[in-house]
């Protein structure tokens, strides 16, 4: 089989014959899975500097040494969002969405939940929100304190114009929580140039560490005047903020070798040399694979221009022989873990670029997908509307 010389070597990288196309968890590396091996007690001294260190590094990643402060949170990133929420939004407050996915969509119920009024501004998930409607509504709704927005919507892969969107919020005078969860790290976003309050991300995506927790960057001055908004005890990052700063220590048992893992995450990602090298990294490997995917006949959803080097959604071929979940379950079966589509409006399914995976291996992902098309006998892979040109 076409994978089979990379195996040997895959398996010295991560420790796994499984790579994960997806946008987290993803395919870690053997570093991060071996720092896992060693159990911390949550008050030992060294794992209080851990936390500090992994604490003070995504403050700094962010470019928010001084003004901003790391407040991390058991759970996935849905629960830092949430946390992050609700603790910066006061009883009286109004948030605003900006919609072009599943995550933005997230954010209106989460709102629900918390009983904040909330108000979307939604969009086509092919499309970037609307700038002009942006700035009209925040002039016209003087209620709106909050606005969301998700930096790379992970339902599509779309990059959102966050400083554009940002520069508007800041114009108005109103706060800013960014959703950078399948961005951070890889994507540039510096707080000195893309003013905003909050960004929210988890262990699992383009820091690739393993999953478990989500934490939020928030400006300091910001946090300090967020005492009682929370509706939970366990989400309230004001409490879990002042628990940390403290005595250094997690108020609930703490995802240890989670923080474990980061820690070693973090460290690698530096060595790599930070965002830019990330960045590059999955630029490379998202051209790799839509090239291939092109040359296979396959169609992305987005133009190339809106495309983030995170995740690519194609559109399902036409082709009558085309069966997903045949499509899918053999190429897992080859080690090559790809996701389901999540869009509504067309059928499509996506291929992640993050994670311990490098050019090579989205080549030898392109040969098993080239093989597995043979198997099942499908020849015309562009979507319906284009088959029939
Ligand atoms: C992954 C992700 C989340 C959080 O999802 P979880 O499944 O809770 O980890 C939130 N927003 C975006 C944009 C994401 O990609």
Redo the contacts with the bound molecule.
Sequence with gaps: MSAAPHASDRAARTGNNEFLLT??PLTTSLGVKQAMLRDWGSRDKQFIALNARIRDKLVGIAGGEGDYVCVPVQG????A?EATLGTLLPRAGKLLVLVNGA?GE?MMKIAKYLGRPAVALSCAEDRTPDLTSLETLLAEDKTITHIAA?H???TSGILNPIREIADIVARHGRSLII?A??AFGAIPLDVREVPCDAIVA?S??CLEGV?GM?YAIIRRGVLEACEGNAHSLALDLYDQWRGLEGNGQWRFTPPTHVLAAFDQAVAEFEEEGGVAARNARYSENCRTLVEGMRDLGFETLLPDALQAPIIVTFHMPADPKFDFTAFYDRLAARGYVIYPGKLTVAPTFRIGCIGQLAREDLEAALSVIREVLGEIGVTQCGPAASAAE
Excluded at 76 to 79: A, D, L, P, W
């Design positions: 946008p987290g996935s990133g849905t629960f969002v995550y997230r998700v790379c919507e992970t959703d969860m399948s988890s699992n995506k999953p989500g």
